[in-house]
């Protein structure tokens, strides 16, 4: 899917990493599916702990990656807030909650992406 070089792509995940830190997302995992899907080059999942916290998490990122240039092309999800998904083009980014994380298991679906420290990814 890559729009942009492999350097900008990394820094729109770090970017979107950080502004998820930033509000307390937890357990974020990052999964490279470049080499198996069109869709995007990187899975960004986390989860929050209430409806407010995932609006939160989703405007964070949003608001982080859009000052970089990088706007949100689709988002879907807001208003419920229990699965939020922000799509950047080569990047797409899942925001859930406990229930429907564990529900839907993004994780297991993508098992053929690669897994991506996200402290390795930050220091690239």
Do not use: C
């Given at each position: 899917m890559t729009e942009l070089s492999l350097e900008k792509?990394?820094?729109?995940?770090?970017?979107?990493?950080e502004a998820l830190e930033d509000k307390k997302a937890e357990d974020i995992r990052v999964?490279?599916?470049?080499?198996?899907?069109?869709?995007?080059?990187y899975f960004i999942i986390a989860n929050g702990s209430n409806r407010s916290q995932i609006q939160a998490l989703s405007d964070s990122v949003e608001e982080k990656l859009g000052r970089a240039?990088?706007?949100?092309?689709?988002?879907?999800?807001?208003?419920?807030?229990?699965?939020?998904?922000?799509d950047f083009g080569d990047i797409m980014v899942h925001i859930f909650d406990h229930e429907?994380?564990?529900?839907?298991?993004l994780e297991r679906i993508w098992r053929d992406g690669k897994i991506v420290d996200t402290?390795?990814?930050?220091?690239?």
């Amino acid at each position: 899917m890559t729009e942009l070089s492999l350097e900008k792509v990394n820094e729109m995940a770090k970017m979107a990493i950080e502004a998820l830190e930033d509000k307390k997302a937890e357990d974020i995992r990052v999964i490279d599916i470049s080499q198996v899907s069109v869709l995007a080059d990187y899975f960004i999942i986390a989860n929050g702990s209430n409806r407010s916290q995932i609006q939160a998490l989703s405007d964070s990122v949003e608001e982080k990656l859009g000052r970089a240039g990088y706007p949100v092309k689709q988002m879907e999800g807001y208003e419920t807030a229990n699965w939020v998904l922000l799509d950047f083009g080569d990047i797409m980014v899942h925001i859930f909650d406990h229930e429907n994380r564990i529900f839907y298991d993004l994780e297991r679906i993508w098992r053929d992406g690669k897994i991506v420290d996200t402290n390795t990814l930050k220091n690239k």
